[in-house]
């Protein structure tokens, strides 16, 4: 049985210490086989691959997703996304997969007309296999930001998140992760609207999310939010910095994004009793940003405040 979640890891390794062989301009022949290699192997291990819950290899009379595309053109493919992939956003796994299902698997079935011709002799289901990758570059210029790719970012994440958050079920201590994550989630919605968040984000992520704690720095005509969609998020505002600080000098001066510490540090004395200094709240962040790494997504640095 193919592992899949092995095959990811050893991917994105693969990758990354290729890029990392590019910006030390060293050679790269070896790095570049190795890395495809991997992703040819885990192309022909990949038995099934589901679209809308079919099986599209099954469907295609191919044995593995590796034969859904001549060599040469997967080669093609695979050597525009390793030239244009970066790392700090999706991991190489998720963009490559992203662009063969994008590239591959939907131009199979929006263009090759795959019909389904019976032989009554032999009883075979005859598929046209008049594939043409389109030689468009840009296409593998687009943003990892992509829909498609951001929501499996998103789905990674919130799975994550919400193991986190079983951990603290019945713990005295704060999961700062479920909170981070709140902040990070609405401030996608603040940033790109709800219908970007409708395609972008699984349902699952608001139950990952301390709403309460959404609803402390959120509001809606001063009264807190609701948070249980996200247009209730969308349609929020920002408190302003003085709800927390008390200073009338801060009344016109938004409380994030990202949110001050200060924002963290009351919200923590108001479930803990407690208090805690600002400068604690910074390296909670850091440990947050590896999280959103690991998801292929972007750090709490790449968030300007305002």
Known sequence: MLDLNGYKEKINKAAREHYELILEEKE?????????????EMLSGRKVYKVNGRNVCNSMMADSAAELLEWDKLKKLFDDCVKRWTPGKAEFFVYFMHF???RVIDKLESRNKITASFDNEND????????????????????????MTLKECYDC??????????MYDNSP??????????????????????????DT??????????????????????SPINPEGFMDIADSELRPLSHFTGEE???????????????????YRKVKGKNITASSVSPKKKDFDRLLEAAGLNGFHDIKPN
């Not at 790269?28 to 040819?40: H, I």
């Not at 005859?126 to 389109?134: A, D, N, Q, V, Y």
Request: charged share 25%.
């Open 173 to 198: 201590k704060f999961c700062y992760e479920t909170r981070f994550f709140t902040e990070y989630l609405t401030y996608f919605i603040y940033e790109y609207g709800i219908a970007k968040a409708n």
């Open 201 to 222: 984000i699984p349902q699952k992520a608001l139950n990952a999310i301390d709403k309460d704690f959404a609803a402390y720095y959120l509001h809606k005509k001063g």
């Open 124 to 147: 075979i289901i005859e598929i046209e296999k008049s594939m043409s990758l389109t030689e468009d570059n840009d296409a593998l210029a687009d943003s990892v930001e992509d829909k």
């Open 157 to 166: 994440l919130s799975n994550e998140i919400m193991t986190k958050k079983t």
């Open 249 to 267: 000098s801060d009344k016109s001066t938004p409380c994030g994004y990202w949110l001050r510490n200060i924002v963290y540090t009351e919200y």
């Open 28 to 40: 790269t022949t070896n790095a570049n086989k190795q890395l495809l290699f991997l992703v040819y």
């Open 100 to 102: 063969f299902k994008l």
